[in-house]
């Protein structure tokens, strides 16, 4: 069975997005950015929710290509691209760079990928979090905690019927006052 890890960066009042889906917060620092290069480059297949599919996939395939391009991005760059991916939407019709797109029932899909033998997945992606905490799919929640309140936007944590209680498993603290934080789901 896959190990099926929720990550994301978030806010210290729990949002991964502002209003209007505004992730200008989020700008990592050199230590961040390589650790978030090595987890893309560690995760054998990462699920997308359809917005955060288009934030990425507008900007990762060619930014190597950029003449700005710092040699860290460009490497998360070709490992974004080279790292197999599902998007799941039923409103968009193709996807690219090793992906591939699902428009049925995500937790029935989910729940077949976690069966199937292979390396970790990554659930990234509110919406698409959301259904697959609702369904007690999701082994482990990683959190980056930025030192901004928000006020408002896209919550990370969505609302369940049932509690899911965690053992802390990691802490780390990046430059900038950033927190990682991660957790394992008890089951």
Known sequence: MRKLT?????????YIA????????????????????????????????????ETMSSHWPTA?????????????????????????SSTISTVDWNTRLVAGDAVTEITRLRAEDGGPMDIVGATLAAAAMRAGLIDEYMTVTHPVLLGGGTPFFATLDNWVNLNLVETRTFPGSVLLTRYETRR
Not at 6 to 14: A, C, E, H, I, P
Not at 70 to 86: F, G, I, L, S
């Open 64 to 88: 190597d290509q950029q003449p700005d391009v710092t040699p860290a991005q460009a490497e998360y760059a070709r490992r974004w691209r080279d790292m197999p991916k599902v998007v799941f």
């Open 18 to 53: 502002a209003p209007g889906d505004d992730l200008g917060w989020t700008a990592p620092n050199d230590e961040l950015f390589q650790w978030w290069s090595d987890r893309v480059a560690a995760t054998s297949l990462a699920l997308y929710g359809r917005r955060l599919w």
């Open 6 to 14: 929720y990550t994301m960066n978030v806010s210290l009042d729990g």
